[in-house]
């Protein structure tokens, strides 16, 4: 509850801040400040279990150690965010304190998707999630594919958003108890009405648009390439892993004594997003494009929660949102500041710029899912899911395999910054500062200790 209420209050205070405020780099200031304290005041309704102000919600949201954990990651992973790429979003135009009060609308309705219990809840917070990035990814209204980028994702978003809609009137009209609340639909006691089969479908095909799942994807490679970089970072991860807790949360609760009969299409999509994302991967030469098919791979692995639906599951989940996030923003970071995107912007990275060059390498190597790091056990933790699931356990099988293809094209990038010939200035000296080196450096910490003490993270679900 703490969340909703300060996310949605300092978005104001940043939108008020772009009016009265002349300078650049005051609102980053006033950003850091307000997701510090979104930490603060969420960190203490989980380890109290009180809110610090109580207000009658007639049991539409609902807070436990599990989303209340999820907000705390997201929180973090966007105070990383905003230290890292602070100074960037100052370079994307001139109303800087409507980009960061934008942000904070976006985190008010990933609060809210991770929170609801009923319905029209989950339709609201996707929404309030969605539209601030329809503007954020336009925002470079000097560059041509950043207005085709943006007009593309509201268009995809708006229908996306109808089949939403017609999936909740469907399960609205045909659950007996013609209840919006999702524990009180009672799905699965007796037999499964028509109305209710098609509207799984269509909330299961809607909510798979929003985390980027094939053959649901198409939308996202041109969004996240056309975007401003500094923000497709932030849509690839804080976005795109809220889309799966409201995902997990739908069908825990609704959807999960009949979790039989709609488990074979969460595989097929499964299945599909790992086959297209990994393999359309490998023949990207611009980095920032091969991440974004990148992030429709990763998508797969999250997707297993969602097949297994279980603590273990629960747990991946948490553990990935947190190892995933900061993996690619840290990259990112690095990324945005390349005055060549492509892979053969890194060549020499490694001698040019050391420390920068061994953060990307931990990076990827954390998104690759190799062994003493975050991203090695939050894959660990979807395979065991998968296999506690006790069906399908060959889905597990496909998983490592791509996880296999996957280490292709990230070692392309490895191998560029360490075993190529640098060609030309890679990064300008002004744009590593000592502070940026420190930020990432202390990122790539982080991802070693959740990769070796991974229940530092994951204790916390079960605190309340």
Known sequence: ?????????????????????????????????????????????????????????????????????????IFGCTLFYFLLNGSDIEKVGEHVGEYFALIFFVLCGVALSATYQTLLLLFIGIEIMSIPLYILTGSDKRNLKSNEASLK?????????????????????????????????????????????????????????????APFHFWAPDVYDGSPTVFSSFMMTIVKVAGFIAFIRLFQYSFGLVNVQWQKLIIVITIATFVIGN??????????????????????????????????????????????????????????????KTIEGFNGLGK??????????????????????????????????????????????????????????????????????PQGVAIEAENVSSFYKVMLVITAVIIIILGAYPELLIGWVYHL
């Open 1 to 73: 509850m703490n969340a909703i209420l300060f996310s949605a209050v300092w978005g104001i205070v940043m939108m008020f801040s772009g009016v009265f405020i002349k300078s650049k780099s005051t609102p980053k200031y006033l950003a850091i400040a307000g997701i510090v304290l979104l930490c603060i005041v969420n960190g203490a309704e989980l380890y109290t279990g009180m809110p610090l102000y109580n207000y009658d919600t007639m049991n539409m949201l609902s807070t436990t150690g599990f989303n209340l954990t999820f907000l705390e990651v």
């Open 153 to 213: 994702y509201f268009l995809m978003g708006a229908f996306s958003t109808g089949i939403l809609l017609m999936g909740i009137a469907f399960i609205y009209g045909g659950n007996s108890n013609a209840s919006f609340y999702i524990n009180q639909l009672q799905i699965g006691v007796g037999p499964m009405p028509v109305m209710v089969t098609f509207g799984l479908v269509f909330l299961m095909i809607a909510l798979s648009f929003k985390v980027s799942a």
């Open 279 to 340: 393999i359309t991967a490998v023949f990207q030469q611009s980095v920032k494009r091969m991440m974004a098919y990148s992030s429709i791979a990763q998508a797969g692995f999250m997707l297993l929660a969602i097949f297994a639906l279980n603590d273990k599951a629960k747990e991946g989940l948490i553990l990935y949102a947190a190892a995933y996030s900061l993996a690619t923003i840290g990259f990112f970071a690095i990324l945005v500041r390349m005055n060549d």
């Open 352 to 421: 040019t710029q050391p420390v920068l060059a061994l953060t990307a390498t931990l990076f990827l190597l954390s998104l690759t899912g190799i062994p003493l790091t975050a991203g090695f056990q939050a894959k660990f933790y979807m395979l065991m899911a998968a296999v506690q699931n006790g069906s399908n356990f060959w889905i597990v099988i496909v998983a490592v395999l791509f996880a296999a293809v996957s280490a292709y094209y990230y070692f392309k990038v490895i191998q560029a910054i360490y075993f190529k010939q």
